[in-house]
């Protein structure tokens, strides 16, 4: 958030990922909002269940609903390496990319397909450095910046695989408030 010189981060919790449909791990909706909003307490990070309120499936979808819901707002969009090596499977990945600027955090594990995939040979062109990343709000679409930092040892995978049954230890039900 420093790096990029935000107020605040949005973690859009997604109903249903179109790229996972039929997953066997996938923890019901309501439990990863809660394990989101567990994580995100006490941060400038704000986990929300918006795409459900706004009804989209598609991140395209959202990013044109929330521009038109908070036409006073700036907005990047944040993503790991690892969504960055499969934004090309994405529906409208271009469009994304011509609608607000983009942020991919490395990851290590997956910086080396992410930097080859399709998306990024064609994203590579508009890729600013890290050190204009607090200028976002000024740069003309399509734009990119990778930004690297000292890697954070916590995998989901991991903790998923550690405890299948996370979600069942989270206790009440989640309401889906306004965000």
């Known amino acids: 958030m420093r790096a990029l010189g935000l107020d605040e981060a949005w973690w859009l919790v997604s109903p249903g990922n179109p790229l996972k449909q039929g997953a066997p ?49 700036r907005f990047i969009w944040l993503m790991g390496a690892d969504n960055l090596a499969q934004f090309h499977r994405w529906r409208g990945w271009r469009d994304i990319a011509r609608t607000m600027p983009i942020a991919v955090v ?32 000024l740069w003309s679409l399509p734009a990119l910046v990778l930004l690297r930092f000292r890697p954070d040892p916590t995998s989901a ?18 309401h889906l408030p306004r965000s």
């Not at 019901?28 to 400038?44: I, K, N, W």
């Open 106 to 137: 490395a990851r290590p594990p997956y910086n080396r397909k992410a930097l080859a995939s399709p998306a990024m040979g064609w994203l590579r062109r508009y890729q600013r450095p890290a050190s204009q990343a607090k200028s976002w709000t």
């Open 25 to 73: 791990d996938m923890a019901p909706f309501v439990a990863r909002l809660a394990s989101a909003r567990r994580m995100a307490r006490g941060a400038p990070i704000r986990a929300t269940a918006i795409e459900a309120r706004l009804r989209t499936r598609y991140t395209l979808d959202t990013v044109r609903k929330l521009q038109r819901r908070y036409p006073r707002q």
């Open 157 to 174: 995978t991991q903790a998923r695989a550690a405890d299948p049954d996370w979600h069942r230890h989270l206790g009440r039900p989640v």
